[in-house]
């Protein structure tokens, strides 16, 4: 598998805003920010879409929500609400084929979404 541009971004290959890394995830801001907070939390291990992922990966998925929960609240916007997004395949408006969470906050948002 080549590497993804999140796996560059990881590996300190290009440049981004990274906010947080452990041994399970890196987080960075979003290139495109559509929300005042647009974080990215971003599994290590490459998985290309949800379809990917398998029972192997319960902890990494439940790291990556939980980092996306940390980060909402060290951003102030936890109280007020945010939205957790995690697009899977082209139909669904994915464009990296890296899983990754959007943590989305500082703004209202409709639902259902358009
Ligand atoms: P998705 O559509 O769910 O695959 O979201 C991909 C997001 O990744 C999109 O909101 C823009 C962001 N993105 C793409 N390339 C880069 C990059 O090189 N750096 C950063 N920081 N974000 C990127």
Known sequence: MTDSIFTKIIKREIPANIIYEDEYVVAFEDVNPVAPIHILVVPKKQIPTMNDANEEDTILLGKILLTAGKLA???????????????????????VFHIHCHLLGGRIFNWPPG
Request: positive net charge.
């Open 73 to 95: 609240k060290q951003k102030g916007v936890s109280e007020d609400g945010y939205r957790l997004v995690i697009n899977c395949n082209k139909g669904a408006g994915q464009t």
